[in-house]
Nanobody, 123 residues
Framework: VQLQASGGGLVQAGGSLRLSCAAS????????MAWFRQAPGKEREFVAAISRRGDNTAYADSVKGRFTISRDNAKNTVYLQMNSLQPEDTAVYYC?????????????????WGQGTLVTVSS
């Protein structure tokens, strides 16, 4: 499956952005989808994940209550709505797909990765 992330940009603290990840190829709806991010000088970290049908989600503690992951399988697209953005949310955001079952989505090894989209939050 091929993944294409978009929607990044520059936003002031307190603002919002919505990232999109368009999937193509082998039945994207069969994959658990996730968002990760990597800030300058830091390791990549898990942000959020959603099950194949969208009935299960998981979030990193740092984004709970501010970010919402969703998916539209008819459009083969996964979204990350980011509200109340803070400078510490500045990072390159990546979408990823896992062909396994919904289990420990923050630590599984994802099979496919898209290119990143840069989110910059100014103070």
């Amino acid at each position: 499956v091929q993944l294409q992330a978009s929607g990044g940009g520059l936003v002031q603290a307190g603002g919002s952005l919505r990232l999109s990840c368009a999937a193509s190829g082998r039945t994207p709806s069969r994959y658990v989808m996730a968002w990760f991010r990597q800030a300058p000088g830091k390791e990549r970290e898990f942000v959020a994940a959603i099950s194949r049908r969208g009935d299960n989600t998981a979030y990193a503690d740092s984004v709970k209550g501010r970010f919402t992951i969703s998916r539209d399988n008819a459009k083969n697209t996964v979204y990350l709505q980011m509200n109340s953005l803070q400078p510490e949310d500045t990072a390159v955001y990546y979408c990823a797909a896992d062909g396994g079952d919904w289990f420990a989505p923050s630590i599984v090894i994802y099979d496919y990765w898209g290119q990143g989209t840069l989110v910059t939050v100014s103070s």
